[in-house]
């Protein structure tokens, strides 16, 4: 996976080209995002991101790059957060562990939510109308398979968080809205759950969403997006 210092990323297997598992933008300038954890204040509808693409906050950030590990602080609102980034060292599994410290005097409830955008090929320009989502009911897990490439027709990609699913949705549109973006997503300016809509024929994605509870002075951490591999797997029903 590639990690910009504002958070954008983007994440393969085997291939940077070819086996490309979420979208690749070859813009440097505007570094686009298209894998995002979002948070929102459920009491206020205050809305914003753990890193600064692509919501950024007035407040600062702090990010650290290491040998295979990028993390990013930020607090806002009294929620201090600390995002950690990197890859399984034993498995090809990409891991987003999120650590979030409630700094204020009131209790707080958050609804966490990732999106990671399928491309399953090298452009996903190409392969967004092949790509074909379902949710695993056993795991809550969201995944992807591309059926029309003879690389991918064989495994599965798939997004998890550690805890309960919410809500999900495997469309764009059910997540970003009507001509929306990645900065001013619809499904997180309201407070109902995501579509639930998976399938094919769809622009393909991978929204979670999950609801946590702190207490003054309580820590949570959660692997809020295992966003993963190609996996050899059984077949989807």
Request: aromatic share 8%.
């Amino acid at each position: 996976t590639v990690v910009s210092e504002a958070g954008s990323a983007y994440t393969w297997v085997e291939n940077a080209h070819e086996f490309r598992l979420t979208t690749w933008h070859n813009d440097p300038v505007a570094d686009p995002a298209s894998e995002v954890l979002y948070l929102r204040d459920d009491e206020t509808g205050d809305v914003w991101c753990p890193t600064p693409a692509p919501l950024r906050s007035e407040a600062s950030y702090t990010v650290r790059h290491s040998a295979g590990v990028s993390s990013f602080t930020h607090r806002r609102s009294d929620v201090e957060t600390l995002l950690t980034v990197g890859i399984a060292p034993d498995e090809p599994v990409k891991l987003s562990i999120l650590r979030a410290t409630n700094r204020g005097d009131r209790p707080r409830r958050l609804s966490l939510t990732s999106y990671d955008e399928w491309a399953l090929g090298t452009l996903r320009e190409h392969t967004q109308h092949q790509v074909r989502t379902e949710i695993d009911a056993e795991s809550t897990a969201i995944l992807a398979r591309n059926s029309f490439n003879p690389d991918f027709a064989s495994r599965v990609a798939f997004s998890a968080i550690s805890g309960p699913v919410t809500s999900h949705t495997g469309d764009r549109r059910g997540f970003l809205g009507r001509n929306g973006t990645a900065s001013h997503p619809a499904a997180m300016r309201s407070s109902e759950p995501l579509d639930g809509v998976t399938g094919a024929a769809l622009d393909p994605w991978a929204a979670l969403g999950w609801v946590i509870a702190l207490e003054p002075g309580e820590r949570r951490e959660v692997d809020f997006q295992v966003e993963g591999p190609l996996l050899t797997l059984a077949p989807l029903a």
